[in-house]
C-alpha cells in the first residue's frame, strides 16, 4: 500500500509541469513553518551549545571547559550517567516482561487500551506529578512509610537510606521514580518489536522438533535483541535528558541538569560565565553519541519487521 | 486444558500473574496520593483521620490568595495550549501538506527537523531559549503566553507522527489530483478532500499537543513563569495536598484523554479498505514520541 502510493508521487511531480515561476510561489509555501524552526529551534540550540565557546563579553575562548574538570560537575555528571544507565537497563528488563505478557492479548481490546494510555501518561506526562506521587507513597510521610513505621520499623529504608534521610530526596531514591516512568517508555517502545514475532516461526521451532526454551533462545531473542539494546539506549536517553522529576525531588545538585538550572541562576559569578552552555554543550555531545547507536540499531532491528 | 502453544504467547496463569504484579506496582503511588488527599491532619496515636476537607479547601474563598497561582497557572497553560495548538495547525500542518503534494523529496528533511526536539534534551535547549526570549519580551513583552513559540519546538515530535502517520495511510496526492480533474480549486480540495481525511491524525496531535503542554515544566521554570506544573511545585511549599489533588486528577485528565485518541483511532468511521491496523501501530509509537523509522522511508 505504501508502495504504491510513493511510487505515484515523482511521476505526478514531473508530470505536472509547472513553471518554474508557480514553482517557486509554491516554494514560499514552506518559509512559514522554516522561518518559526529556524528562529525558535535552530537559533536557541545554537545559542545553547555556542555559548560554552564565549566570554561573557563576546570573546571566544575554551576556558569556559574548565568546568568540566570540577570534581563536583564531574561526580554529578557521572551521577546522570549511572541512575540513566541502571534505569534504563532495570526499565527494559522488566518492560519487557510486561510486553511479554501482553503478547496474545487483542491489539484494540481493552486491556492494551487500558495500559498503552497508562504508559503515555506515566511516560512522557508525568514529571512534577510523578515526584509528588511518590512523595505521597514514600516520602517521609509516605503511605507505604507509614505503614512500615506502624509495623514497628522505625528507621527504615524509605525514610533513613543509608543514614542520609528520605529515600527519595536522594540521587538512589530518583532511580526509583525514574523506573516508573522508564518501565511505561519500555512498553510503549518495544511492543511493536514483540508483537511482530511471527506465530509461523513457532510452528517451524515446533515442527523441527524445538521446544519452547529453544524457541525463546534460537530465535525470539536473538531477533529481539537490536530492539531490546535500541530500547535501552532510548531509556537511557530519556532519563539523561529529564529535569522535571528530579527538579521536584532534589533542589540544588547531583545531576548534570540541576546544574545548568545552578549555573544559568548564578551566572553572574566571575569566571563561572556560561559554564551552563559547556554543561549543555557535555549533555548534547552524550545525548548524539546514544541517537547514533539509537539509529544503527534501531535499523538493524528492522530488518525484521517487515 | 489449553491448546499447545508454540509461538511467544505467555499462558494465562504467567500473563494474568505479571499484569496483576504490574498493576499493583503502578497503581500504588496513584491510590497513595488519593490517600494523602483524604488525610486530615497529622494520625493521633497512630490513627489517621480521613475526610474531604483539602477538597473543599480548593474551593474556600478564605483560601483565593493561597490557590491564586495555581489557578493562574491553569489558566496560563490552557491559554498556552490553545496557542501551541494553532501553531501546530497553522505551521506544521499545512508544510506537511504541502510537503506531501509538492515536495515528496523533502519529507525525510521534514521528519529530521520533527525529531530533533527528543535529542536535544529541553534542559539544553532552554540554555539557549533565555536569551532568545529576551527579543522576544521586547516584541510581545514578558507574557506566559509566548512561551508556545517554544514548547511548539518541544510538541514537534509529538504533533508530528499521528499526521505523518496519516498522510501515509492515505494517497494524498491521488486524491487532490482526482478532486482538481473534477473541477475543484485547490481550497476546496484541501477543506473538502484532505482535511477531512486527515482529521484522526489531527485530533491525536493536537490532544497530545495538549498533553505536552499541560505537562511542561522545565521550559516555564528556566524562563520564570506561571504555569500549570510550575504552580503546583510552588503550592507544594504552601499546602501540599491541594498540589497532590491537581496532580492527581491532571493525570486522570491525561490518561482519559490518551484512551480517547486510542479509541479514536480503532471505533470511529472505519474508512473504507480497513487501513486501520497500519495507523494505529504508527500513532502509537507517535504518543511515545519514539524516532522510529518512516513508514515512507522503507521504500526505495
Redesign the interface.
Known sequence: MTATAAATVPQTTRGAGKTSRRRSAVWLGLTPFAIYVILFLAIPAGLAVGSGFFTSTGALTLANFSVLADPGIQKDFLNTIVVSAVTAIIGAILGALICFALLGTKPDGMIRTVIDSASSVLAQFGGVMLAFAFIATIGAEGLITQWLVSAGLVNNVFNSFAHNGVLIYQVVGLGVVYLYFQVPLMVIVFMPAISGLKATWGEANATLGGTRVTYWTKIAMPILAPAFFASVILLFANAFSSYATAAALISQGGLISLDIKTALVSETVIGKANTAGVEALAMVVVMVIVMVAYSALERRASRWRR | MSA???????SKT??NI??II?AIV?L??????I??TLRIGQ?VK?V?TYGLQHYLDVFNPANESTYDPLFQGVQNSIVIAVFTVL?VL???L??MI??EL???Q?RKILEF?CL?????????????????YQVVAQIFGSTPYTLA??I??IV?P?AFRPIAANL??I?V??MS?AARSLGASWASVLWRVILPNLRRGILSSVLLTV??V??E??IA??LSQTTF?TA??LI?QTD?YV??IF?VF??LF??VL??V???AG?IRGPRPGG?RQ?R??TS??A???????S??G??S
Not at chain 2, 500504588?28 to 496520593?33: D, E, G, Q, V
Not at chain 2, 526536539?117 to 539544553?124: G, L
Not at chain 2, 504518543?287 to 523509522?293: C, H, I, L, M, N
Open positions: 499447545p502453544r508454540f509461538g511467544a504467547e505467555p504467567t500473563r505479571i499484569l504490574t503502578f500504588t503511588p496513584i491510590l497513595a496520593m490517600q494523602y494520625p497512630g489517621q501553531i497553522v505551521l506544521l499545512p508544510t504541502l510537503i509538492k515536495f515528496p523533502l527537523i530533533i526536539p527528543i535529542t536535544i534534551p529541553t534542559v539544553v535547549l532552554v540554555v539557549g531559549f533565555i536569551p532568545a513559540f517554544a511548539g519546538v514537534l509529538y501515509a495511510a494517497d496526492t491521488i489530483e498533553a505536552v499541560l505537562g515544566y522545565t521554570s528556566f506544573q503546583l511545585l507544594q501540599p498540589g497532590v496532580a491532571a493525570l491525561v490518561f490518551l484512551v485518541i486510542s479509541r480503532t487501513r497500519g494505529l501501530a502509537k509509537a504518543v511515545a514520541g519514539v524516532p522510529t523509522s513508514r515512507k522503507t521504500v
